[in-house]
């Protein structure tokens, strides 16, 4: 190798060095200000909300470290925690159903129905939609006097009394979760129909000349290829769910007695009417927790290909 | 110099000099003052902003006013970060942990230099303020629970006059609650039903607040009595499940007999129900004339840099002429006992039934319970209240829920 040969090669090497570190550098300042922010809004207040957790603190008043007598509360001697954790896990596991039902309309409207734009469009309605504004509808209709359920329950002889839904231990956590599952439809339903549109026709094709009837094409072919679809609808879903505080917020607050209650109504209630910020904390951080556990779960349960795009 | 301007810059120190300290120090002051779910009064608030600006030139207001239930979380946000109004507007028993967390400014000594400020109100209303013998609010607005009756129902179930004792409550609530029709709701937030308790001589807790005295043989049999009440159809059952709408809204329907509510449900009761003239609707005590109160009073923030300042627009918002204009537009009690004289003449004749509903907010003003001074009494609410909720809608039984709710307040209290 001549001399100028062996200078270029010392040289290519720095210079794709200088030229990585130069983007890396470009990299990381277009990134810098968006991790400041989320170091500032998410990491910091995450880890104070942690280091809270172990004190007991108020406004004016200086916090006093008490080791984990805020987790021993919580765990021994908190009914209501209980009662909204079981109440969290309860609106967790309602989001398959919204889905199984979204799964059925995305269906519907794949096909060549007429006038399927009109119902894509109608079913996608309740998404855009402020949550405030869904809690307000549905509060409407579950209505004890002027509510329309109540009114065509009883039209129909469905019932002899009106039923007081929202005011009921009983159908006050279905009629939130009802409410909860309308609202997600239209976005599970858009996702899923994007899965289904990426499914390539000729697999269909094949497996009908292979004489597979539709619930076995539905089965073998829909179902599989939809599944990161399906995984992110759970993920959001779940995601949504357990944050619906507005909607619970309007619809029940958290009522009656603590039949609605979930973590984050029941976070924000200690916090903000009772000054208990330091056991809200504690909770927060059991809450979150919670959050990273299902969500890993649900990802690896899709193969960790949540949201994925099928290709052939 | 001539004589005229030696004059006039004469008057204007000696006028200087004749000013409060407060005012002399006060050019290009800013007083923020919060209120609570009264934005409707703007036009009344920019008077009087306006007349308390010309008394005190170079002081600017700045007012915001907050949801019911956005103030608490708001104030508490803004003590933390230390930017709290000045004057704060405070409803129920919330400004007692604001005050023995330090964060309201003790009155006491303002009152002790202005006696006569002092005996412009009501001494009951006033004494509602009180924590650790210190004066915290000054009475804004007040309210407390009295018995509605719908007076069509007591006749058609042969029943003349509102009843006097808890007995014939629940007896009325039973003669009147038939098919869709029920006796009796009561109010539930911020211990509203409390009186049903005190009428049967039942005791939050001991007198000095360091332990639960309600688990007792009575209070099992109370409760009891108004969980089969509330089986039988007798009482609403929304009475225990529902918060202001619901309960309000089911008695504005006609079909409930009696209603246990605050002085500010009328308004709403009124508007929803067409049945509702003097002939239809009555307004009394509840038995044994107890009630509870919702009040709203002024207090000022411990942080103010101008407290002086703040406990004038306080003086000044309260003072009988805007407390009588309040009283006169939005149709409520003061505390302040002239501005109330004149309000209550000006709703006599418009609208008999306000003043009948009205005048209960000033009888019986030393019968007023559940308004403890207890600096925790959002979490003993919160202790108490599923448990009692339990017993009356029988989900347990009355001992159980009894002991249950004792163990929870006691836990309240030991952490305290």
């Not at chain 2, 003097?278 to 411990?302: C, E, I, M, R, Y």
């Amino acid at each position: 190798m001549s001399a100028a040969a062996m200078e270029t090669s010392i040289k290519r090497p720095r210079f794709a060095e200088r030229r990585s570190t130069r983007k890396a550098v470009l990299v990381w300042s277009f990134l810098a200000p968006s991790l400041l922010i989320f170091l500032l809004y998410r990491i910091l207040p995450l880890g104070w909300n942690v280091v809270l957790s172990f004190e007991a603190w108020s406004p004016l008043k200086p916090a006093v470290f008490i080791g984990l007598e805020n987790y021993q509360e919580m765990f021994t001697d908190d009914d209501v925690f209980w009662q909204a954790l079981w109440n969290t896990l309860g609106i967790i596991a309602s989001a398959p159903a919204g889905i199984a039902v979204a799964l059925g309309l995305a269906l519907l409207v794949n096909s060549n129905i007429r006038g399927r734009d009109v119902y894509r469009t109608l079913i996608f309605l309740s998404y855009p939609l402020m949550t405030v504004a869904v809690a307000i509808i549905w509060r409407w209709m579950f209505d004890e006097r002027v509510g329309l359920i109540n009114y065509v329950a009883r039209s129909f002889h469905l019932a002899d009394s009106p039923i007081p839904f929202l005011n009921s231990f009983t159908w006050a956590l279905p009629c939130v979760i009802v409410a909860n599952i309308w609202q997600m439809l239209g976005f599970y339903m858009i996702i899923i129909l994007t899965g289904l549109q990426t499914i390539p026709a000729n697999l269909y094709e094949a497996a009908e000349i292979d004489g597979a009837n539709s619930f076995r094409r539905f089965l073998r072919i829909t179902l599989p290829l939809l599944k990161p679809s399906l995984f992110l609808c759970f993920v959001i879903g779940m995601l949504n769910s357990v944050t619906s505080f507005d909607l619970i917020y309007v619809m029940t607050n958290g009522g009656p007695g603590h039949a609605t209650e979930i973590l984050v109504t029941y976070i924000y209630k200690l916090a903000f009417n009772q000054t208990r910020f330091d056991y809200a904390a504690a909770i927060t951080v059991v809450f979150f927790l919670l959050l990273l556990a299902v969500t890993w779960g649900a990802n690896r349960l899709s193969g960790g290909n949540v949201g994925a795009v099928e290709h052939d | 110099m001539d004589r005229r301007t030696v004059l006039k810059t004469g008057l204007a120190a000696a006028g200087s000099l004749a000013m409060p300290a407060y005012l002399r120090a006060q050019s290009n002051k800013k007083i923020s003052i919060l209120t609570w779910n009264i934005a409707d009064q703007e036009a009344l608030f920019k008077e009087e902003f306006e007349e308390f600006r010309k008394a005190n030139p170079g002081v600017e207001i700045e007012w915001l006013d907050k949801k019911g239930p956005d103030l608490p979380a708001f104030y508490q946000t803004q003590l933390v970060a230390g930017t709290a109004p000045d004057v704060i507007d405070i409803q129920g028993a919330l400004w007692v942990e604001w005050a023995a967390n330090g964060a309201l400014l003790d009155l006491t000594p303002y009152f002790h230099n202005d006696p006569a400020f002092v005996k412009m109100f009501n001494p009951d209303y006033m004494s509602a303020f009180v924590y650790e013998k210190k004066n915290y609010l000054v009475p804004f607005y007040v309210a407390k629970t009295l018995l509605y009756y719908n007076k069509t129902m007591f006749k058609e179930a042969g029943l003349s006059a509102p009843p006097k004792s808890f007995d014939e409550l629940l007896t009325f609530s039973q003669a009147m609650g038939k098919g869709e029709k029920t006796g009796f709701l009561t109010l539930n937030f911020d211990w509203l039903y409390w009186p049903l308790m005190k009428m049967n001589g039942i005791e939050l807790l001991t007198p000095d607040f360091k332990k639960p005295a309600f688990n007792t043989a009575a209070a099992a049999e109370l409760l009891d009595r108004l969980a089969k009440s509330t089986a039988s159809g007798a009482i609403n059952k929304i009475a225990w499940t529902g918060r202001w709408v619901e309960p309000n809204g089911a008695f504005a329907a006609g079909t409930v007999g009696m209603l246990q509510a605050h002085s500010a449900s009328y308004f709403f009761v009124k508007g929803q129900g067409r049945w509702i003239n003097p002939d239809t609707l009555g307004a009394a005590q509840a038995p044994g004339d107890w009630s509870t109160p919702t009040n709203h009073g002024f207090g000022v923030s411990k942080s103010s840099k101008n407290p002086e300042l703040a406990f004038a627009l306080v003086k000044h918002m309260t003072s009988v002429k805007w407390a009588t204009r309040l009283a006169q537009i939005r149709r409520v009690l003061t505390a302040n006992i002239e501005a109330d004289k004149a309000g209550l003449d000006s709703v006599k004749a418009d609208d008999p039934l306000a003043y009948a509903v009205l005048r209960t907010q000033l009888e019986h003003t030393d019968k007023m319970t559940g308004n403890w001074p207890l600096a925790n009494d959002a979490q003993i609410k919160e202790a108490f209240w599923p448990e009692f909720q339990n017993a009356v809608l029988g989900r347990k039984d009355a001992k159980t829920a009894l002991a249950d709710a004792e163990r929870a307040v006691s836990r309240v209290l030991r952490r305290a």
